[in-house]
């Protein structure tokens, strides 16, 4: 069995995310936009737990949006 190391949002990144969406983004976009801001890549499993359990759907949602913003 494969052990997974999955970060977790901490108050740094629950600030950043606060701010995006003072700033209008969408929540779902502002939490993985907070836990990818380290740079590091993620998976979707990892999106789901470490943003504070956000389901696949919505996961999926969000990258589509940010997808259509980058162009």
Do not use: C, H, W
């Not at 999106?47 to 949602?61: A, D, K, Y």
């Amino acid at each position: 069995m494969k052990n997974l190391n999955i970060n977790q949002l901490d108050e740094k990144e629950e600030e950043i995310a606060d701010a995006l969406m003072s700033l209008g983004f969408g929540r779902l976009v502002a939490r993985i936009l907070a836990y990818l801001n380290d740079g590091d890549e993620a998976t979707s499993v990892a999106l789901e737990t470490g943003t504070g359990l956000l389901r696949q759907p919505e996961v999926s949602i969000a990258m589509r949006q940010l997808r259509k913003r980058t162009g």
